[in-house]
Nanobody, 114 residues
Framework: QVQLVESGGGLVQAGGSLRLSCAAS????????MDWYRQAPGKQRVLVAT???????SYVDSVRGRFTISRDNAKNTVYLQMDSLKPEDTAVYYC????????WGQGTQVTVSS
């Protein structure tokens, strides 16, 4: 059974930074494509950033240049460095892994005040 546990969320002022972490249990991490999604109140969950097993990254346009996704396979952890945060980045952020099936974390709240 694979579990994903996010941490690092919180309250920050606009222009500030946060780093989210997602720790994975189990042995599939290095073989999994990993993503960060977010869900704002009253809106659908959307993909924010992806990192493949080869380390290739991609971002939604609204965060490109401000957010950086990375992974440390030795620590079974994926990160999302969020800089120049804006109030519209406020959401619950979810870690997602994909290898043979989908895996989801429980989410971590990020609130950006103006």
């Amino acid at each position: 059974q694979v579990q994903l546990v996010e941490s690092g969320g919180g309250l920050v002022q606009a222009g500030g930074s946060l780093r989210l972490s997602c720790a994975a249990s189990g042995s599939i991490f290095s073989r999994a494509r990993m993503d960060w999604y977010r869900q704002a109140p009253g809106k659908q969950r959307v993909l924010v950033a992806t990192i493949t097993t080869a380390g290739t990254t991609s971002y939604v346009d609204s965060v490109r240049g401000r957010f950086t996704i990375s992974r440390d396979n030795a620590k079974n952890t994926v990160y999302l460095q969020m800089d120049s945060l804006k109030p519209e980045d406020t959401a619950v952020y979810y870690c997602h892994g994909s290898y043979l099936r989908d895996y989801w974390g429980q989410g971590t709240q990020v609130t950006v005040s103006s």
